[in-house]
C-alpha cells in the first residue's frame, strides 16, 4: 500500500527545489539562501500541501479541482514552476521523474 505522507514529503521537496532554482536566478542571495518572499512562498505551499485534503490520491495541485491556494499565491507558484520546470529535469532528475507521473493521474473528485 502506498504511503501518502512519504508521497507528501517528496511534493514539498519537488516545491522546496523548484522555489531554491527561481530564488537563485531571481533573487540572487549568498549561500544558496532563500529570500524573503520566496521563504514566504515555500511556507504557505508546504502548509498547503501537509494539509492537503486529497492526500495520496492527488495529482499535482496544478490540476486539482479543489485550488486550496489564494489567488495570488496560486499565480506566485505557477510563475516560480514555469521559471523552474524546464530545469528540474536536469537538476533533480529523479523529483522531476515522480511530478511528471504524479501530474498523469487523473485528477480525483
Ligand atoms: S491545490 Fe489541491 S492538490 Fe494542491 S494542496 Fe491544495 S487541495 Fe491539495
Ligand atoms: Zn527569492
Request: glycine share 4%; aromatic share 4%.
Amino acid at each position: 500500500m502506498k504511503n501518502p505522507d512519504s508521497r507528501l514529503k517528496r511534493e514539498q521537496k519537488t516545491l522546496e527545489a523548484m522555489i531554491k532554482i527561481y530564488c537563485e536566478s531571481k533573487h540572487r542571495l549568498p549561500n544558496g539562501q532563500l529570500c524573503e518572499d520566496c521563504g514566504r512562498v515555500l511556507g504557505y505551499a508546504a502548509g498547503k500541501t501537509a494539509a492537503c485534503p486529497l492526500k495520496d490520491t492527488k495529482t499535482t495541485c496544478k490540476r486539482c479541482h479543489v485550488h486550496c491556494y489564494s489567488p495570488d499565491m496560486r499565480e506566485k507558484v505557477r510563475e516560480i514552476m514555469r521559471h523552474s520546470g524546464p530545469k528540474m529535469a536536469l537538476r533533480h532528475p529523479v523529483l522531476s521523474f515522480f511530478h511528471v507521473l504524479d501530474s498523469l493521474k487523473s485528477p480525483k473528485r
